[in-house]
């Protein structure tokens, strides 16, 4: 601590460039906690009691196959099984294709029992189940289109040549979307395709959670000899599993976050070498006054990482508190529902800065701490 | 009689500059008591910085023995080096050489900081050295809001602020004019003859020189005379 004050002097020492160097890493590491956060909302769901009891069935060859609606009524018998309904994603295009959101056509009947964490008043959910042409829609969703409990929405269908005219009889919070996706009759969705009977999923609701994965087999096991063999899994990871078509998310942003890093290492390494060079002589003087290899490394060292840190701790601070104040499940259309930027993201930054100045700072700083004193003295600055 | 500080014996430096090899110094043979207030006058280039700078551990000689408050300064490392100077050197630079982003005080309390004093003794021990040299009011001052002779006096604080066994002194009025200079010298000369402070000064002024108790000659690297 008695050092505290030295330090602190010396960062103010070019109080432009300090900033300018803050301000580089604070950018950086804003950068770091974005995109960290990003790949750990993407990777988790809404976590409740009712989404560790859903299964999602589709065709094993791919999201896009067909299974039959028939599935329905056997894998309703299978053991375990407490509630199933097809679950089709219809696609379309409400008024601009840019007004994307999730759109479902399901079996009602059992709907409300499978997604028991869907929080809506009794009467909305009569409506909907009584009105083969009405809709309920998220509160997010909702609110991002100006929707209230009786409008007409109207689709249009852009893969399968029906435009569904629906009417909002509910508003829906929770649920594993955070209350941003559509829901309308899977029977009028088949009506208007002509009776072609199939969907793309079921959605499962196991009886307790330790079945879980004994449905999944039996229901694969069900259809493993059929024209459409089924692949059965939880929510979570059939999330999951739609997360890595668009690649691997992983590997692509510890990319980008490494270059950041990289970066704001050879930013940091630029600012700390002119700093030492600039009190070469300055050094020698406090080895002359008794000042020893180490003190001069910690110094050094210590003074960049305390710059580094605290630029990191601003930009992942900052991170947090920008994104406390935007509603991302509008921005990107229900397909994250939070963007929270935890604690252990900060303390990850917070690490990476005091790494990114040791690094910066330790070459110049061990080179200046071998000079000899009298070539330091030496020195004109 | 008084403690033996300092002994050289056929002390030298060559410095060595690629194939070229320039002798410094040579055959020095010098003795430096307690309370003893010494000059090394000398034209420039004639080996009294490197002198200095060998006496305080900070540059090693070619040839010659060296002893320094009876201890072989040859067998220690740089560390050690670093850490005796601490305790019992107090130097004092030509360009004074302070902190320019601390204060008077934090440039007096720097050499304090490797000890374990705590920081009320280091403000007292501080506070005492500032007012030694007459700037008790320009503690809170940076380097840049102090005169020449006023840094330097700074300069002096800092070097005695750890009760060292001796000051060395290089050039401290080089920077100087005349008034400045002589506060500088009536600081020195006060150090020793109030606190009986053992002081080697280096310069190239005569006027500086006589305040010292025992003038030596250095020319080209060679002890020649020596007046008192």
């Known amino acids: 601590m008695k050092f505290l004050q030295l330090l602190l002097s010396n960062l103010l020492r070019n109080r432009r460039r300090t900033i300018l160097t803050l301000s580089s890493i604070a950018v950086s590491l804003f950068l770091v906690a974005t995109l960290r956060t990003v790949l750990t909302e993407l990777q988790s769901s809404a976590e409740t009691p009712e989404s560790a009891l859903r299964l999602v069935v589709r065709h094993r060859v791919s999201f896009a196959t067909f299974l039959p609606i028939a599935y329905r009524t056997k894998i309703a018998q299978v053991e375990g099984v407490k509630a199933v309904i097809a679950t089709m994603w219809f696609g379309g295009v409400y008024k601009d294709p840019q007004n994307f959101f999730p759109q479902f056509a399901v079996n009602t009947d059992q709907f409300f029992v499978i997604n028991a964490d869907m929080r809506m008043p009794e009467s909305q959910k009569q409506a909907f189940l009584s009105d083969r042409t009405g809709a309920i829609a998220g509160d997010n969703l909702a609110q991002r289109f100006g929707w209230k409990v009786g409008d007409r929405i109207h689709l249009q269908g852009a893969i399968f040549r029906f435009d569904p005219e629906l009417t909002l009889r509910g508003i829906y919070s929770g649920g594993y979307d955070g209350g941003s996706s559509l829901y309308f009759h899977w029977e009028y969705f088949?009506?208007?395709?002509?009776?072609?009977?199939?969907?793309?999923?079921?959605?499962?609701?196991?009886?307790?959670?330790?079945?879980?994965?004994?449905?999944?087999?039996?229901?694969?096991?069900?259809?493993?000899?059929s024209t459409a063999p089924t692949k059965t899994e939880t929510e979570k990871a059939f999330v999951l599993s739609f997360l890595s078509l668009v690649g691997n998310v992983r590997l692509l942003i510890t990319m980008i976050s490494s270059g950041v890093i990289f970066m704001i290492v050879l930013v940091a390494a630029n600012t700390m070498a002119m700093s030492i060079r600039e009190r070469s002589r300055e050094i020698g003087i406090m080895k002359a006054l008794g000042f020893r290899k180490l003190h001069i490394l910690a110094l050094l060292v210590g003074e960049s990482a305390l710059l580094a840190l605290s630029g990191s701790l601003i930009g992942a601070l900052g991170a947090r508190a920008v994104f406390s104040r935007v509603k991302i499940s509008s921005i990107t259309a229900g397909f994250v529902h939070s963007f929270y930027v935890t604690g252990g993201t900060v303390l990850l930054c917070a690490g990476i800065g005091i790494f990114v100045g040791v690094v910066a700072a330790g070459f110049p700083a061990w080179q200046a701490a071998r000079k000899r004193v009298a070539d330091a003295l030496r020195e004109i600055t | 009689m008084a403690e033996l500080l300092i002994e050289m014996e056929r002390l030298s430096k060559v410095f060595r500059r690629d194939s070229v090899e320039i002798p410094v110094l040579r055959d020095i043979n010098l003795k430096v008591f307690a309370g003893d207030f010494i000059s090394l006058m000398g034209p420039s280039g004639s080996g009294k910085t490197t002198l200095l700078n060998i006496v305080a551990g900070i540059d090693r000689p070619t040839g010659g023995e060296l002893q320094v408050l009876n201890t072989d300064l040859l067998s220690m490392t740089e560390d050690q080096l670093a850490t005796w100077r601490n305790h019992h050197i107090g130097f004092v630079f030509q360009?004074?050489?302070?902190?320019?982003?601390?204060?008077?005080?934090?440039?007096?309390?720097?050499?304090?900081?490797?000890?374990?004093?705590?920081?009320?003794?280091?403000?007292?021990?501080?506070?005492?050295?500032?007012?030694?040299?007459?700037?008790s009011g320009r503690a809170d001052h940076y380097p840049r809001q102090l005169s020449g002779g006023e840094e330097q006096r700074v300069a002096i604080a800092r070097a005695i602020v750890t009760d060292p066994t001796f000051v060395l002194a290089d050039e401290p009025t080089g920077d100087l004019d005349a008034e400045s200079a002589a506060e500088v010298m009536e600081v020195l000369a006060g150090l020793n003859q109030q606190f009986n402070k053992t002081i080697v000064l280096v310069t190239h002024d005569p006027r500086a020189a006589a305040y010292a108790k025992v003038r030596h000659h250095l020319d080209k690297g060679v002890l020649v005379e020596k007046s008192a």
């Open chain 1, 190 to 225: 088949d009506e208007g395709i002509n009776n072609r009977g199939f969907t793309i999923m079921y959605t499962i609701l196991a009886r307790s959670a330790a079945e879980v994965p004994a449905i999944a087999e039996r229901v694969d096991n069900l259809f493993r000899n």
């Open chain 2, 95 to 135: 360009h004074f050489n302070l902190i320019p982003v601390l204060t008077a005080s934090g440039n007096v309390e720097l050499p304090l900081l490797l000890t374990s004093l705590g920081r009320r003794e280091r403000r007292e021990h501080v506070g005492a050295a500032l007012k030694l040299v007459g700037l």
